[in-house]
């Protein structure tokens, strides 16, 4: 195996991972070779900077410390750690679900907190019935304007935040048998914001040393993004931009166009590729990218905010994580316009060694000598529009014999949510799991897993997730996915209903083509995780599947994680009862055993859900695979069909 084979399968990625070599442009790749070899304590958890007496380190082979300054073992150091990661994690999807909800009481007509402010804005309400269905879930009466509806809406939605004490709104989405085990846990999530704030409290110098305690703040922490923030920011979302339907689109660096404007949009918030979406297609920029002699504007997405506009618009994605780098190597990326999150720093020298013009829009993430434009809610055609304008003046700059494009795309249908899928399975005038239901009850279909998260140059560049899929759908477990996972597997074909026939088990391929969809079913990004919780609990209300999620026949899994985020999702599906496998990383080795134990078995005894920490793919499928069947057999259900 070549030195770019180890680093990724994906031949566009091996591509242009060749042509940066050749240019001697220095990628992600690269600066993790300088980085070797990392900090041993970092990679085990037990390094700790919490005060101004350490830094202090634990050394793992028992022979020199064993507590910090102040007295912190392994334990409490590793469980600290790993609790911050939590809180980090949730904030960034809750943020993010925070913005979105301010944007609904803009478009209400009155910020919820900023009274007197601007009413003007660019967006409107997509989707009503959504936003009936959540106002009679928040009490709200919707015999009134959609105005007056989406006014109270934003105001209950921005008030989960702040709130004190009670539970989130969207818990009772969650079975009754999985809200009392909450309830007697004591981690039924009171406030988002309260819960990242109580974690961060308990993780300072003096404070919790308990690393059993700490993991159920921790988890606390991370049902108030799971079932709170991310969950506001997919369904406010689908409110505001239209709920996602099944689309075709295509993937993969090809999709940069050699005579066109390329623009790529990359981060999470999908209000900026919204209306990157719309002022892409503006009749005056379009004629004058026409006259800078090109054949048009070409828009295409990186990571999670791709994933939004591929499931709405069918706009196609230019890669994930690990190709963000890759798609300004092609040389013919006139802007990338980032806004938050998994954006890489450095990017901006990447882009100087190309005419490519890096643009931040978010005040919340700035890049020195980065130009920055600004977008909110408010200004938000404008200012999109004045980033387009950027990208086709800046095509002129374009230098042709740097341009290398690899021509590499693939087709994918995305846009399952949860209302979407199973309206597919139950017929359009039918919307109903219990297809879903029967078809996991009767033994045609194995059951679900969730293959979800990031990418991690540590891991070889996509091998994780397409193994492991494949692996899950030959032996017919339907595969829900979202975030860069999600885009890894559309590489490979395995997100068309052809796909089915090629890869899939038999009886999911009786499923597939009997409905027409892929065997591998791609929900959005990584905020979009809430709506696997959702359509659990849909699993669960239709009956025959047990009571509680845990009951389910699922599990879930991110192969090749590197976010804080990743964490924070692991962390909710494990809280609400999911088995859950994250691939080789330092979190797979944490430096205390207790810790390690603890989660990936002792807890399973409280929330029904553990963890698992496996660095082969084939592995993964197969404890993915044993933990289906053994909640079948819990279920007494009917052997797998076709095993
Ligand atoms: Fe060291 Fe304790 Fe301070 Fe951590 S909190 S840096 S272990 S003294
Ligand atoms: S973008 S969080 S690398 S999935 Fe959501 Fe991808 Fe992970 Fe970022």
Redesign the pocket.
Known sequence: MSNIEQKSIDPATQEALKKAQEENIKTTWDRLETQQPQCGFGQLGVC?????????RIDPFGEGAQ??????NADT?AARNLARKIAVGGSAHSDHGRDVAHTLSLIAGSSAHEKGAPHHHNYEIVNEEKLKVLAQEFGIDINKTKEEIAKELSKKLLAEFGKQEGELEFVKRAPKKRRELWKKLGITPRGIDREVVELLHTTT??VDNDYKNLMLAGLRCALSDGWGGSMIATDVQDIILGSPEPIRGKVNLGVIKENYVNIVVHGHEPMLSEMAVKAAQDPELVKLAKKMGAEGINLAGICCTANEILMRHGIAVAGNFLQQELAIVTGAVEVMMVDVQCIMPALQEVAACYHTKLITTNPKARFPGVNHIAFSPENAYESTKEIVKVAVENFANRKKEKVNIPQYEMDLVAGFTKEAVFQILGGKYRATYKPLNEAIISGRLRGLAGVVGCNNPKQTHDYFHTTLVKELIKNDVLVLQTGCSAIACAKQGLLLPEAAKQFAGKGLQEICEAVGIPPVLHLGSCVDNSRILTAASHIIAEGGLGEDLSDIPAAGCAPEWMSEKAITIGFYFVASGVYTIFGASPFATLGSKNLTDYLTGEIEQVTGGRFEFCDDPFKMAKLIIAHIDKKREALKLKPVMYA
């Not at 700790?48 to 202090?56: D, L």
């Not at 507590?67 to 912190?72: D, I, L, N, W, Y």
């Open positions: 700790c900077t919490v005060c101004a007496m350490g830094p202090c507590c910090g300054v102040c007295g912190a150091i110098m003096g």
